[in-house]
């Protein structure tokens, strides 16, 4: 039941190149930063990976972006990273783009077995129609395009079908956790990283507190640890290392907004 790993490195060692990744986080909040850099240090590439976004350039899933790791995205929001844009609109990036409501609806649809449901979103767009460029080539033309997805009418309203999603493991960072895997996310953190974590057929969670079994309440368990096969402890220093997309601060003189 002891479910520690020794490193993070140790943890991500059997992560095959061509592997599929479910990838917790939002922007840079909650995202397994440490399990990333491990994965970049092993030298793993062609991946597959499922996430709300694709971190930002230099940090998060964009270390694996810009070293050429990365075959293939689903996510929702491309937002800051100028490598991401670049590589899909050069042709060496396929990108599969999803209503953010949705992706998560997949994702927990595919932790909790269900095949496919139907949703509102997207009906009448390119999302069921078909024709959103996945891969672009060199030049510019589309190279491959979504198809088009099965559309049903419940009492007068049109709704399209999703495909749950599951992928081969799951890199998740969770505020603490057990040794028997039990998790809790703290605050916006929690974003992505339950729904991926159930995704995966073999999850990995970073914690930054690790505790003894039976120190978490089941009342505050977020997610239970049969979710969960590999836990990381992450140092202080590793815990704390928070970085921010944008900042903003207000001041009662200006009542202004700096960003930085």
Same mark, same amino acid.
């Given at each position: ?37 491990? *994965? ?20 998060? *899933? ?132 339950? *729904? ?65």
């Amino acid at each position: 039941m002891d479910k520690v790993c020794a490193s993070a490195a140790e943890a991500v060692a059997d992560i095959p190149d061509g592997a599929s990744l479910a990838v917790g986080g939002f922007g840079l909040s909650g995202i397994p930063g440490v399990l990333i850099q491990a *994965l970049h240090a092993q030298g793993t590439t062609g991946l597959e990976v499922v996430s709300n976004n694709c971190g930002v350039d230099g940090r998060g *899933l964009g270390v694996l972006l810009s070293a050429g790791r990365i075959a293939r995205v689903t996510g929702s929001y491309v937002g800051e990273n100028k490598e991401f844009a670049r590589q899909y609109l050069s042709g060496e990036l396929e990108v599969e783009l999803v209503p953010q409501g949705t992706l998560a609806e997949r994702l927990r649809a595919g932790g909790a077995g269900i095949p496919a449901f139907y949703t509102p979103a997207g009906v009448g767009t390119q999302v069921a129609k078909g024709g959103l460029p996945w891969r672009y080539r060199p030049d510019g033309t589309v190279a491959l395009a979504s198809p088009p997805k099965e559309t049903r009418d419940f009492a007068g309203r049109a709704y399209v079908l999703e495909h749950g999603i599951t992928t081969d493991f799951a890199l998740v960072r969770a505020w603490r956790g057990d040794r028997h895997g039990n998790l809790v996310f703290r605050k916006s953190a929690a974003n992505f990283n339950p *729904l991926a974590a159930t995704a995966g057929r073999i999850t990995v969670a970073e914690v930054e507190q690790l505790v003894e079994p039976g120190e978490l309440s089941p009342d505050e368990v977020h997610l239970p640890g049969i979710f969960v096969q590999r836990v990381v402890e992450l140092t202080a220093a590793q815990a704390t290392d928070k970085q921010i997309e944008h900042l903003s601060l207000s001041t009662s003189s200006t009542r202004g907004t700096v960003r930085a």
